[in-house]
């Protein structure tokens, strides 16, 4: 598994030191993560938001 360029996981063990580099991966707007589960080739795109307080404070202001 990677996110961004680290690989943080590999055959189902933790990469030792890659924690602090894949933080720093996420923290961006936007990054990649890959996951090779070895079922063939496959692709998807998936869009999520954070959970930050400042988001949560925003959309605590209205009801739907």
Do not use: K, Q
């Amino acid at each position: 598994m990677t996110i961004g360029d680290v690989t943080v996981a590999r055959r189902g063990r933790p990469v030792p030191g890659a924690l602090g580099r894949a933080a720093a991966r996420m923290r961006r707007t936007s990054f990649r993560l890959e996951l090779d589960l070895h079922l063939g080739a496959g692709a998807a795109r998936m869009l999520a938001s954070d959970l930050s307080p400042a988001y949560v404070r925003f959309n605590a202001e209205y009801t739907t």
